[in-house]
């Protein structure tokens, strides 16, 4: 166990923030997608940067210029067919590298192997990333553990306003919306720390609702797990409440933390019942949430406990 919080420590050191960085296939395609794209836009960008300033350069106006003067020359069918045969070519090979990586890149595709993925189910609160890991018991905010090797099946929403769930370096970002769920599938390749983050603006705890992704050796993650598991506290209602409040990831750390716990991270235990459906089916009893039921509203919880 503390082997596993030293781990975390160690790794959280230097977290990998951008695809072009990738920790796993999914990031890899973005990056090679991007720099596939850029070069084929350049082979027209590049000759327009440079001819344009040679062509006013060579027949600018001045007395003896070295330049043809050619007043009725109006066409010229080898120059039409580079200028418009090249950008139909550069075009026509965009549109099917772009329809390759948008299916390569399906967050809801599940192709990374034949062992069970790892299920998790995400919540998005003001301001903070709630992981659940149903089928270990376990939930935690702050961090994201995740086995190396392994694909993992995130179903998300939101118990607050809509939110865009991104870690650059592993995957693209997909939208939680309440009352809905989205999917998306990733893996990565090798034990890293990376950062994941709310990329949709929602208030003032906007900037920091970020968390650590760390993907580690199975026997790291289940090291983790015991750690999460031993340390963590029961997720009820009650403390659901507090942390569900408009509260940044530092309040709720102040307001939930335990010294057994990481200062960045928050480790529960799972009770009876499924917190995830209550959470997603809170949207759907046909009716309008009053304010005191609904998450982000002052009624809720006021901001920071103020």
Known sequence: MAAAIALVSTQTAVASDSFMDPQGPIAAVQKTHLLRATVLILIAVIPVLVLVPLIAFRYRRRKEGGAAYRPKWDFSARLEFVMWGVPVVIVALLSFYLWKATHRLDPYASTFGEAPALNVQVVGLDWKWLFIYPDLGIASVGELGIPVKQQVAMTLTTDTVMQSFMIPALAGQIYAMPGMTTQLHLVADKPETMQGENTQYN????????????????????????????????????????????????????????????????????????????????YHGGRPLLADQQPGTAEFGQEGGQ
């Open 203 to 282: 208030g003032r705890g906007f900037t920091k609702q970020k968390f650590q992704t760390l993907a580690m050796q199975p026997q790291d993650f289940s090291a983790w797990t015991e750690a999460v598991r031993t340390n963590g506290i029961p997720l009820n209602a009650d403390t659901y409440r507090t942390l569900a409040m408009r509260s940044d990831r530092d309040e709720v750390q102040a307001a939930l933390g335990t010294a057994q716990m990481p200062e960045n991270a928050l480790y529960f235990t799972l009770e009876e019942g499924d917190l995830f459906q209550s959470i997603l089916h809170r």
